[in-house]
């Protein structure tokens, strides 16, 4: 398990040092494009910020928040265009999370590495911007959540800045 957890946190500090020495994001005054969104994701529900830290990549956390527990997630994500749809791209990317639950067996936390694949619109001379995407998870921790979840992900919709 310690392997598997070293060889994640090794290739995320290797993508993000390799994609950093791109430079700065240099279209945020575009009307389909932003540097900062604030918002909501539905599924199960969760606050969602995203910034642009250069033209192709963001950061984004989510706090995802439901009656028998809480995950707290970074997710460093690659963007690209898509031809010929102003506004819309494509995203992928790594990421991990922690997550503390209570059921009606007890409580518990975990910890896990997290995936992202998805499509990001900015509502072009609008502040709106939309996410659709799928988040799979493999967790590692006690009574809850154990192994791999394809079901996180979801529809955001923030405000843009």
Known sequence: MRK?????VVMLLVSATAFAQRGGHTDYNTSDSYTTAVGVKFYPGALTIKHFVNDNTALEG???FWNRGARIT???EIHGNINGADGL????GPGAHVGFYNTKYGGGSSIGVDGVLGLDYKIGGAPINL???WQPSFEFGNNYGNGFS???GGFA???TF
């Open 74 to 76: 970074g997710l460093y």
């Open 157 to 159: 919709i923030r405000y």
């Open 131 to 133: 996410s659709l995407d």
């Open 150 to 152: 394809g079901n996180w």
């Open 89 to 92: 791209k494509w995203y992928i």
């Open 62 to 64: 989510l706090a995802y």
């Open 4 to 8: 598997i957890i070293l060889s994640a």
